[in-house]
């Protein structure tokens, strides 16, 4: 059974970088697009983007000029950085898999609650 | 970026009930619609995948249709472990949208 979980600091100051980690267990990082979601507090689920296990990435437009996904096959995790947070960023984010064919989510992480707060 | 309407937003419904959700795309995104539940606290749960495949491990009550840009979940018989959020998510354009969300309560 595949797992994911999501690691990484609770809080962070406004203009810093946020990072997160997901570690994949129960099966191989190869193959599939390995996602970051987030659900700020009373808005919807927004993709932010993904990575494939050749380190090939796609990213929402309204991130791409402060996201950054990474991938480490040989741990078996995969990173999102986010730079220059402000409190819109504030929001439960997911790591989660996508399935190459009809790119769905298949498996996700609990979830981790970022707060961005001085 | 394809916007995605889901109705209603609520609705309150009993166990045993026959519950519709509907998602409505701003365009086109063929069958790459797929819905998911969530439960306070929790990751959301693929159910439905390319507009009308049931997911493994996923109860036969769930099913999914499309007709053009309009697409349906529909529980059969609702049971007690269904009163949750539905979303709808298209994977046809990037970035992929979710709906806002159906919240099913008793």
């Known amino acids: 059974q595949v797992q994911l979980q999501e690691s990484g600091p609770g809080l962070v100051k406004p203009s810093e970088t946020l990072s997160l980690t997901c570690t994949v267990s129960g099966g191989s990082i190869s193959s599939y697009y390995w996602s970051w979601i987030r659900h700020p507090p009373g808005k919807g689920l927004e993709c932010i983007g993904y990575i494939s296990y050749s380190g090939s990435t796609n990213y929402n437009p309204s991130l791409t000029s402060r996201a950054t996904i990474s991938v480490d096959t040989s741990k078996n995790q995969f990173s999102l950085k986010l730079r220059s947070v402000t409190a819109a960023d504030t929001a439960v984010y997911y790591c989660a898999r996508a399935h190459t064919t009809g790119d769905y989510f298949d498996y996700w992480g609990q979830g981790t609650l970022v707060t961005v707060s001085s | ?106």
């Not at chain 2, 472990?81 to 990037?94: G, I, M, P, R, V």
């Open chain 2, 1 to 106: 970026d394809i916007q995605m309407t889901q109705s209603p937003s609520s609705l309150s419904a009993s166990v045993g009930d026959r519950v519709t959700i509907t998602c409505r795309a701003s365009q086109s995104v063929s069958i790459f619609l797929n819905w998911y539940q969530q439960k306070p606290g929790k990751a959301p749960k693929l159910l439905i995948y390319a507009a009308s495949s049931l997911q493994s491990g996923v109860p036969s009550r769930f099913s999914g249709s499309e007709s053009g840009t309009d697409f349906t979940l529909t529980i059969s018989s609702l049971q007690p472990e269904d009163f949750a959020t539905y979303y709808c998510q298209q994977s046809y354009s990037n970035p992929w949208t979710f709906g806002q969300g159906t919240k099913v309560e008793i």
